[in-house]
T-cell receptor, first 111, second 112 residues
C-alpha cells in the first residue's frame, strides 16, 4: 500500500468543523506535517507535530496523533470559504532529508 | 521573509526540446528538492541535493537531471522533453533534517 494515505476529497458547510485524516506506515517517523496548497500556489506549512506528542492546538487547528495506529488528523474548527484548498499530510523519518507526502485532500467549503 | 523563487511560472515547450527549470532560495538552506505534482498522484520527489554539487535520486528521476553549482540555486533539466512530463514542478528547500520545507510557487510545464 501507499506510504501515506489520505482521502482525496472532503466537502463541508461553512461554519462546520472539517476533519482530514491521514495514515502512514513508517513507524520511525519523527515529524508529521500538514501543508496547505491554495489554487495556483505552492505548498505552505500549516502545522506540524513531533512524534512524541499526541495533540497540538493552534487557534482553529487541532492536530491529533495516534502513534500506535499511525493515524494523524487535522481538525479545522469553524471552517471558512478561505479554507478551501488541498491539504497534504507528510512525514519525515529520523535523520532523513526528505519528506514523504500523501496525495492530498481537496477540501471544498460550501457557503 | 523566507523565499524560494522559481524562475518561470508557466512554460510551453515542444517534444524533444531541452528544458531548464531554475530555483533560487535566499535562506542559506543546505537541502533543496524538486517535486512534480500531478492530479491524483500528489507530490513525487524527482531529485534532491543536500550540498553543493551533491545530488540524490528521488522516486522518479528518469528523464530528469539536476545541477547544484551554488548553494542557493538548484536547477532541474529535462534533456529531451516528452508529453508525459507535462506537470506542475515544485522546488523546495529545507535546513537540516527536521526543519520546515519551504516551497516555491511552482512551474507549470506543458509539453506539446
Amino acid at each position: 500500500g501507499e506510504d501515506v494515505e489520505q482521502s482525496l476529497f472532503l466537502s463541508v458547510r461553512e461554519g462546520d468543523s472539517s476533519v482530514i485524516n491521514c495514515t502512514y506506515t513508517d513507524s520511525s517517523s519523527t515529524y508529521l506535517y500538514w501543508y496547505k496548497q491554495e489554487p495556483g500556489a505552492g505548498l505552505q506549512l500549516l502545522t506540524y507535530i513531533f512524534s512524541n506528542m499526541d495533540m497540538k492546538q493552534d487557534q482553529r487547528l487541532t492536530v491529533l496523533l495516534n502513534k500506535k495506529d499511525k493515524h494523524l488528523s487535522l481538525r479545522i474548527a469553524d471552517t471558512q470559504t478561505g479554507d478551501s484548498a488541498i491539504y497534504f499530510c507528510a512525514h519525515s523519518g529520523a535523520g532523513s532529508y526528505q519528506l514523504t507526502f500523501g496525495k492530498g485532500t481537496k477540501l471544498s467549503v460550501i457557503p | 521573509d523566507v523565499k524560494v523563487t522559481q524562475s518561470s511560472r508557466y512554460l510551453v515547450k515542444r517534444t524533444g526540446e531541452k528544458v531548464f527549470l531554475e530555483c533560487v532560495q535566499d535562506m542559506d538552506h543546505e537541502n533543496m528538492f524538486w517535486y512534480r505534482q500531478d492530479p491524483g498522484l500528489g507530490l513525487r520527489l524527482i531529485y534532491f541535493s543536500y550540498d553543493v554539487k551533491m545530488k540524490e535520486k528521488g522516486d522518479i528521476p528518469e528523464g530528469y537531471s539536476v545541477s547544484r553549482e551554488k548553494k542557493e540555486r538548484f536547477s532541474l533539466i529535462l534533456e529531451s522533453a516528452s508529453t508525459n512530463q507535462t506537470s506542475m514542478y515544485l522546488c523546495a528547500s529545507r535546513v537540516g533534517s527536521s526543519g520546515e520545507l519551504f516551497f516555491g510557487e511552482g512551474s507549470r510545464l506543458t509539453v506539446l
